[in-house]
């Protein structure tokens, strides 16, 4: 049984240091079974040995099956994790994680599963707060395990829920917090009224941490619940939680928002009742970490309100956004940040005419943001507003054209590739954006060769949008040309991986005419220089001719382009003769009649008459791959 499944990864190798520090005699250790061993180590073994076994558990339990597991592994397991003193946190950490490996591959049943309750009740008990919440992860990961056995009998709902129950009312806070990362599983698990009432007396406990874990999951409940008849009864403590003392407690209230499900938003005039004023008053709230952690999830709290796309509530949209636009102009540079990076979900959430009265006047203020990261974000938000149809193509002409030409001369190349690698989905756009494309050839030219990269790769685009009289006017020598034989390879590379759209909007003659001649002499002149750029220029060819082939075109692009891959297989360089066999392995494939003609008379010819002379073994390598992807 594989142990790849396993959350916690592969058992470490076996350690003959660990086991020669056992006090055990080497006879006696080698008639030990899997269990024995694993019980001397953590018995008499050092810490260093103790660690070393508790990594090792899925091995054990694995080696011993589902029934030794269940009659010995278990038992001791729950021992060591009820023993006083308590054993090092690092080993019921351990512990916590490795179990998770039981289920389902040995412990699969209902009963079986259970036996590990009271392992998960300790470890939830503890002190430490890594082990709480890994034991949080392992009950959930038990409940979803033991879902494909609903409904559950009486006797395991009982169990689950009695467990619950103890641990709401503990004395002491830990155990209490561990319950509220569990009690929403367990409702979506057992759908038993009686954790809804446990997880109220939490929300109400006197200790602000009980409390701040009653809000971090609230969300997730009220989602279980799935109805607001179901969850009338949590509004007045979640009502509370929002307004509590404890700005810590605040802030996962409010968002809590954000996860309770699209369910509630089937009723939005319960939603504008309830959840809506909580909302209002998250955004206006006076520490910031209440707006900061509202303003990271704002679009789908927005969402699950419900008002969207009804024009009886257009008035509850609005002030939504305005609650929006309250966080967008924060005091705080970290509320800001996070706010602009909803901002697009809120263009589509919204509609153009929320857009334009809320969100328009405040685009200038965020492209001129004092913060990088701000600037970044209100980039990338610009970018992604402009897909999916909402806004009118004029509209983003007028309102985001001048905002990308600001951006393009930003400062930090961060903010500049923010709208580089997304500018190509408005392609169709930049005919009507001058001051774009002005900031697009300056920029060919950047210090900073990631700039430059994304120069590269848009310049195809840039064909397309503004035709081929202009690139081939304006931005064939000045920047393609130089981008091409840039001394970065990765900005080569871009330009290469350009070919197919070059290609495609251009057609086989202008590429005869215009972009091939420019590489034959291009490599002409690297014939006795640089056999990076001679590489380049093949790989070039390869793409066009892969273009060819798979646009299906007319032309002689295509013959023209396997010439010149034929000539790089006699370079001197043998890295240049690999890659002009690995770009003859991308054109043997062609299903043409006139191309397989040309493979069969020319190609094979060629590659087999290379393999008879080549010495390099790489070179060998690639001309055997080329062979071999020939079609038979």
Not at 432 to 452: D, E, P
Not at 471 to 481: K, R, T
Not at 579 to 592: F, M, R, S
Request: hydrophobic share 45%.
């Amino acid at each position: 049984m594989s142990l790849s499944l396993a959350p916690a990864g592969i058992s470490p190798p076996a350690s003959l240091t660990l086991a020669r520090s056992l006090p055990v005699g080497v006879d006696e250790l080698s008639q030990m079974g899997p269990f024995e061993l694993y019980k001397t180590q953590m018995e008499d073994g050092n810490t260093e040995a103790k660690v070393d076994a508790m990594k090792r558990l899925p091995v054990v339990a694995f080696a011993m099956g589902s029934a030794g597991t269940s009659s010995k592994l278990l038992p001791y397991l729950q021992g060591l994790a009820l023993k006083q003193p308590v054993i090092e946190d690092e080993l019921l950490l351990l512990m916590a994680k490795q179990m998770q490996t039981f289920v389902p591959a040995l412990l699969n049943t209902p009963k079986q599963i259970l036996e590990l309750l009271p392992i998960v009740e300790r470890l939830g008990a503890v002190e430490e707060t890594v082990v709480r919440d890994q034991a949080v992860v392992l009950m959930n990961h038990l409940c979803t395990h033991l879902k494909p056995h609903t409904p559950l009998d009486a006797p395991t709902t009982t169990a689950l829920v009695s467990m619950a129950k103890r641990l709401v009312g503990a004395d002491w806070f830990t155990a209490k917090v561990s319950a509220a990362g569990m009690l929403p599983e367990l409702h979506t698990l057992t759908k038993h009224s009686e954790i809804s009432y446990l997880y109220k007396e939490l929300c109400m406990d006197e200790t602000p941490m009980v409390r701040r874990a009653a809000s971090q999951y609230l969300g997730q409940l009220m989602a279980s619940l799935g109805s607001k008849e179901k969850a009338n009864d949590l509004i007045p403590v979640l009502q509370q939680l929002a307004k509590d003392e404890q700005d810590s407690v605040r802030m996962l209230a409010v968002s809590s928002i954000s996860n309770i499900g699209s369910a509630y938003g089937k009723t939005p005039e319960w939603t504008k009742e309830f959840l809506l004023p909580l909302l209002k008053d998250g955004s206006t709230d006076l520490s910031w970490r209440v707006r900061h952690n509202l303003a990271k999830s704002f679009s789908s709290a927005a969402e699950n309100l419900g008002f969207q796309g009804n024009t009886r509530y257009a008035n509850d949209q609005s002030l939504v956004m305005a609650c929006f636009v309250s966080l967008l102009a924060d005091a705080e540079a970290e509320v800001r940040a996070a706010a602009v990076g909803h901002f697009a979900k809120m263009v589509h959430w919204g509609g153009s005419y929320l857009f334009t009265t809320h969100l328009m006047p405040l685009l200038p203020a965020l492209a001129d943001d004092v913060v990088m990261e701000v600037r970044s974000k209100c980039a990338l938000a610009i970018m992604e507003s402009s897909e999916g149809g909402t806004l009118e193509d004029a509209l983003i002409v007028q309102s985001f054209g001048p905002l990308l030409e600001s951006f393009l001369q930003d400062e930090f190349q961060e903010v500049q590739l923010q709208v580089l690698g997304n500018l190509h989905k408005l392609s169709h756009l930049l005919h009507g954006m001058n001051g774009v494309v002005s900031s697009i050839l300056n920029m060919s030219k950047a210090t900073n060769w990631r700039v430059r990269e994304g120069v590269a790769k848009l310049l195809p685009h840039l064909a397309e949008a503004r035709g081929l009289d202009f690139f081939a006017n304006v931005l064939l020598e000045p920047a393609w040309l130089v981008l091409l034989l840039d001394p970065v390879a990765c900005v080569r590379t871009a330009c290469v991986g350009g070919m197919h759209v070059l290609v495609k909007v251009a057609g086989q003659d202008w590429m005869v005419q215009q972009i091939l001649p420019q590489h034959v002499r291009i490599y002409n002149h690297a014939a006795s220089g640089s056999y990076l750029i001679r590489i380049t220029i093949l790989q070039a060819h390869a793409e066009m001719a892969k273009a060819c082939q798979e646009l299906a075109t007319t032309g002689t692009l295509w013959n023209d382009t396997v010439l010149q891959l034929l000539r790089g297989l006699s370079d001197k360089v043998a890295n240049v003769r690999m890659v002009a066999a690995q770009g003859l392995t991308k054109v043997v494939t062609a299903e043409d009649p006139a191309q397989k003609a040309v493979v069969q008379a020319q190609i094979v010819p060629a590659l087999e008459k290379r393999m008879a002379e080549e010495e390099d073994e790489d070179c060998r390598a690639g001309c055997t791959e080329a062979l071999a992807a020939v079609p038979k």
